[in-house]
């Protein structure tokens, strides 16, 4: 079970979210200021979030929920406007020190940019490890070898240029160099969905190896709840730069309780065409609205089929379910309790994470 909207129990919070709001001003700062009104466009919005030690945690949305927006800010990499991030009980500052920065690494979507077309990868590895003091310096090129091994290439990669690779092996590359430097948390944004579909499941597979052999914690950013499955403990679901549901893999795929959830999970393809024939879809009418005006209330509410007034003017709580389940719904009350008095369906036993995990 999970305490609260965090990390599991018997696991202790290695990186949390507190009330985390990102804004980017839109259109010109002199005309705002004439106007005395600035635009803001809120890509992430009070989003709170805690990630156990060992967890693997997956944020999925439509493009344009804010899940990328939420790594950047997490990783350092995007300032914040409102909230806090901290990491191992220590609010982590605006300008955070090399050995903050070193414990939490980023893998990056494109692996095409994301890698220094003008240096080998023996020079992209050897310089984070010469400035964050990895190693002794004789050792360094032996270190630059033993991370290339452990992703799955060969240390003759050394000498040659991003250029010269394949899109899985530049990803193989990304994932070396967010390691070169130990981190304890490595956040993931969308680290196959620039890959080929037979390539997507060799890096999955190797990114789960690697947190069980270096005891990493993950977040994982995606769209694709088909690659989630495999690696995630536990899923929150963005809309619109908020949280609207967060509860245990298993849980989550067996009793979706969010309206967005549920029209996400209906989109999956099944494999199985009798299954898929037989399927109940769940469309949601209309185009996202824009995140410079987003609807009152629930952000859903414009789409959903199922809202009512109060979905329309009152901004929904992230409540507890069962089984660690939180969803933020004016159709539900807490513990499991549907706000017209009925009892809802409690989901069924959650997958533990870490050890026990691996036995489930």
């Known amino acids: 079970m999970t305490t609260g909207t965090g990390a599991p129990a018997g696991h202790e919070p290695l990186l949390a979210a507190h009330g985390l709001s990102v804004l980017f001003p839109v259109g010109s700062q002199a005309v705002a200021r004439l106007r005395n009104e600035e635009r803001m466009l809120r890509a992430v919005d009070g989003v709170d979030l805690e990630i156990g030690r060992g967890e693997a945690l997956a944020v999925v949305g439509e493009s344009g929920s804010g899940k990328s927006t939420l ?157 989630v499955h495999h690696l995630s403990d536990r899923v929150a679901v963005m809309y619109l730069g908020r949280i609207v549901e967060i509860a245990p893999k298993r849980s989550l795929y067996a009793n979706p309780m969010h309206p967005y959830t549920k029209a996400l999970l209906s989109a999956v393809p099944v494999p199985d065409r009798a299954v898929e024939a037989g399927r109940q879809r769940m469309l949601l009418p209309g185009e996202v609205p824009s995140p410079l005006r987003p609807p009152t209330g629930c952000r859903l509410h414009p789409r959903c089929p199922m809202a009512r007034e109060e979905c329309r003017t009152v901004v929904p709580a992230l409540r507890p379910q069962a089984d660690g389940h939180w969803v933020a719904c004016h159709l539900y009350g807490e513990r499991g309790v549907a706000a017209d008095g009925a009892t809802g369906a409690k989901p069924p036993s959650v997958v533990p994470t870490g050890a026990e995990r691996s036995e489930a």
Not at 138 to 160: F, H, I, M, P, Y
């Open 71 to 227: 790594a950047l800010a997490l990783c350092g990499l995007r300032p914040v406007d409102t909230g806090e991030i901290m990491l191992n009980g220590k609010t982590l500052p605006a300008r955070r020190s090399r050995a903050d920065q070193r414990r939490i690494q980023m893998v990056f979507q494109d692996p095409y940019s994301s890698l220094n077309p003008r240096l080998t990868v023996g020079g992209v590895l050897r310089e984070l490890l010469r400035v964050h003091h990895v190693v002794p310096r004789k050792q360094v090129d032996e270190e630059s070898r033993r991370l290339l091994t452990l992703v799955g290439l060969g240390g003759e990669a050394l000498g040659s240029y991003p250029r010269q690779f394949s899109g899985g092996q530049r990803q193989r590359i990304g994932i070396a160099r967010a390691l070169a430097v130990e981190p304890d948390f490595v956040v993931c944004d969308e680290p196959v969905s620039s890959l080929d579909v037979s390539i997507q499941a060799q890096i999955v597979n190797l990114l789960e190896e690697l947190r069980e052999r270096l005891r990493l914690t993950y977040l994982f950013i995606a769209h694709d709840l088909a690659v």
